[in-house]
Each structure stands twice: as structure tokens, then as C-alpha cells.
């Protein structure tokens, strides 16, 4: 059984930094992609970024040039550096691993940004 463990979420004033970390174990399998997802109350959870087995990434528009998605493969971990953030930033973020057939979700983790 595939199982993603999230870690990094908190509390931080506008304008600071996080760094999310996912970890996948369990199970034998060739992962396609990775990314983040993130859902504020009264919204639809949203792509923020997603990185492929090949390195590829993409990010929603709203976090370019704040956010950066990396991943270590040996470890199977995937990496969310979110600067500069904003108090729209605030939500629940949750890792999502894609392989040939299957999808997996995190359990989530909170970010907020307030003052």
C-alpha cells in the first residue's frame, strides 16, 4: 500500500517561508509525477505544482516565480519551497503521486499565512 506523509506546514507572516516535504513508501511502482494541491475553505482544491519523472514542472499561475517544486527520487520525496507567501496562500496543502494507473493523495497539511 502506497502511503505519502507530508510535513512542513505552520504558521508564518506574510512575506516568509515554508518548505513542504512529501515522503512515498510502500508498494513497488514507477512513479510518473508528483505535485501539490491546495484547498482554501469555500474553494476548489487547485494545482499549484507538479514536477514529472523526467523534471518537468509546472506551476499555477498564482505562485510562479514564489514557489519552486523539487523532488529527490532516491528518497521519493517531493519538495514544496513556497516564499513570499501571501495570506491568499492559506489552505490546506496535500502531495499527490501519479503512477502508470494510479493516483495517491497525502493526508494534508495546513499552511497559514497571517500577522
Known amino acids: 500500500q502506497v502511503q505519502l506523509v507530508e510535513s512542513g506546514g505552520g504558521l508564518v507572516q506574510p512575506g516568509g517561508s515554508l518548505r513542504l516535504s512529501c515522503a512515498a513508501s510502500?508498494?513497488?511502482?514507477?512513479?510518473?509525477?508528483m505535485g501539490w494541491f491546495r484547498q482554501a475553505p469555500g474553494n476548489q482544491r487547485e494545482l499549484v505544482a507538479s514536477?514529472?519523472?523526467?523534471?518537468?514542472?509546472n506551476y499555477a499561475d498564482s505562485v510562479k516565480g514564489r514557489f519552486t517544486i523539487s523532488r529527490d527520487n532516491a528518497k521519493r520525496t517531493v519538495y514544496l519551497q513556497m516564499n513570499s507567501l501571501k495570506p491568499e496562500d492559506t489552505a490546506v496543502y496535500s502531495c499527490?503521486?501519479?503512477?502508470?494507473?494510479?493516483?495517491?493523495w497525502g493526508q494534508g497539511t495546513q499552511v497559514t499565512v497571517s500577522s
Open positions: 499527490n503521486l501519479a503512477t502508470g494507473g494510479n493516483t495517491y
Open positions: 510502500g508498494g513497488i511502482f514507477t512513479v510518473r509525477a
Open positions: 514536477i514529472t519523472s523526467g523534471g518537468s514542472t
